[in-house]
């Protein structure tokens, strides 16, 4: 009995073993493998690896096994096409067989010398939902509004950013750092209700960043880069009031899964150090980074609303005012950086006690007083402090007792000064006056005509 099920069980696993790999063996649909074939000989492949993905690319092998390529198990159609940095040289037609791949849900053409503009035909992919183009050197056409992501950074794009894109309403992530973009504040993009992801780095954007009378809202934003361009102008002070998921701990679960399913890069700027975040850690990371403007006025006093976030960036720009003490709100703060404004007064004592905080950077301002006590802040080196003459206190060498002692010298001996002058001018008034009189007596009594022909000459 016991030989009959082991018998049955064998056979069972390979009938089992027999359909998975007959289904398998026939899962890639014709049509698309020949459009798969037909895309490869558009171009000149120049791939810099030896076992390089296109070479997989075989006639005579299952095309939903091909490096680059991922198929839906269930109907065979081409849904994900990885076809980074194999060299690709030559333009994207406006007929390629790449657009009869109509399932195509992820499309990564980064770091290849595609030249011309993107055909128009990229709206035939109507299930597309995450596009880059990292590298390429083209940027137009039409956008499918089911796009999710969108990165063309480290192009050279210039002119103003496509309003197009206010069609793609279930846009998630957009990159076009390092680029040559010339254009005001996109403030359209808050029409985007799921944008969660916005960098702009490294471009030639200018103007303001708020709009009269407009309050700016992002809902859902977690990664907001503006950082290298040239805005300027005050942030008002509700600024921050709408940057709800900056605020909040809730995180959607489908939002996780298309983060990470990007599987893109962006450089950041976290604890002084230039960074690439990848994959799963746009779950994790929640930041702002205004650096390298020309921003001005006060810092808003709305920055303390945004609980969630991890790394603050707004150096080099010329912010006044003392440091909002709302910052101390900021509890999961790991790195701070207002280096190179004109803030002045002292650093709020709330900062000390941020206990994730393990960067910050206050030099060159205009801060005075003592360096708030707390572990984080007394472990900085001194150079996180520098160029704020008025400062005092751990980690800087100069004691705040010294400091204070000092100033009251100068001003008592400023005080001294004032009296001497005081005194000296007194002095040098009474000898004055009693010579003047003395000497306009003597004057009008022995030489009075002389002295009435002077003075009628004067009037």
């Not at 993009?189 to 960098?199: A, C, D, F, I, S």
């Not at 150079?383 to 010294?402: D, H, I, K, M, V």
């Amino acid at each position: 009995m016991m030989i009959k099920w082991r018998l049955c069980l064998i056979f069972s696993l390979f009938n089992l073993v027999f359909v998975f790999s007959s289904s398998a063996s026939h899962l890639c649909r014709p049509d698309q493998k020949d459009a798969l074939l037909e895309f490869k000989s558009e171009f000149y492949v120049q791939d810099l690896y030896a076992n390089g993905r296109t070479k997989s690319w075989r006639n005579n092998s299952e095309c939903c096994s091909w490096d680059g390529i991922s198929c839906d198990p269930k109907t065979g159609m081409v849904v994900d096409l990885y076809l980074s940095v194999i060299i690709l040289n030559g333009p994207l037609r406006s007929n390629s067989s790449l657009f009869r791949l109509q399932h195509l849900q992820s499309l990564d053409l980064s770091g290849n010398n595609l030249s011309g503009t993107l055909p128009e035909s990229i709206s035939k992919l109507k299930h597309l939902m995450v596009l880059s183009l990292v590298g390429c050197n083209f940027f137009d056409g039409l956008f499918n509004r089911r796009l999710r992501s969108l990165d063309v950074g480290r192009n050279r794009l210039s002119g103003v950013l496509p309003k197009s894109l206010i069609n793609c309403t279930h846009l998630e992530f957009l990159n076009v750092e390092e680029n040559g973009f010339s254009d005001t504040f996109p403030f359209w993009l808050r029409l985007l209700p799921n944008l969660q992801v916005l960098v702009l780095r490294s471009n030639q954007f200018h103007g303001p960043m708020s709009s009269l009378g407009d309050s700016l809202s992002f809902p859902k934003l977690r990664i907001f880069d503006i950082s290298k361009n040239r805005f300027n102008g005050i942030l008002p002070s509700d600024y921050f009031a709408k940057w709800s998921a900056l605020s909040s701990s809730y995180l959607e679960s489908q939002t996780v899964f298309y983060i990470e399913y990007y599987q893109k890069s962006v450089g950041l700027t976290n604890k002084g150090l230039e960074m690439e975040l990848v994959g799963s850690g746009f779950t994790i990371y929640k930041t702002i980074d205004v650096s390298g403007n020309r921003l001005q006025g006060d810092i808003p006093e709305s920055i303390g609303l945004l609980k969630e976030l991890i790394v603050l960036n707004m150096s080099n720009n010329a912010f006044t005012g003392r440091i909002p003490s709302s910052l101390g709100n900021l509890t999961n703060l790991e790195s701070l950086d207002l280096s190179q404004n004109r803030l002045s007064g002292k650093i709020p004592l709330e900062l000390g006690k941020l206990t994730f905080l393990a960067r910050m950077n206050f030099s060159y301002n205009m801060l005075e007083g003592p360096v708030p006590q707390g572990t984080r802040i007394q472990s900085q080196n001194s150079s996180a402090f520098a160029g704020n003459p008025g400062l005092c206190g751990a980690p800087l060498q100069e004691t705040c007792g010294r400091k204070a002692k000092e100033k009251e010298d100068e001003e008592k001996e400023e005080e001294e000064d004032k009296t001497f002058s005081w005194i000296a001018a007194a002095i040098a008034y009474v000898p004055g006056v009693f010579c003047g009189l003395t000497i306009g007596h003597i004057l009008s009594t022995y030489k009075h005509d002389w002295f009435v022909n002077i003075f009628h000459s004067f009037t």
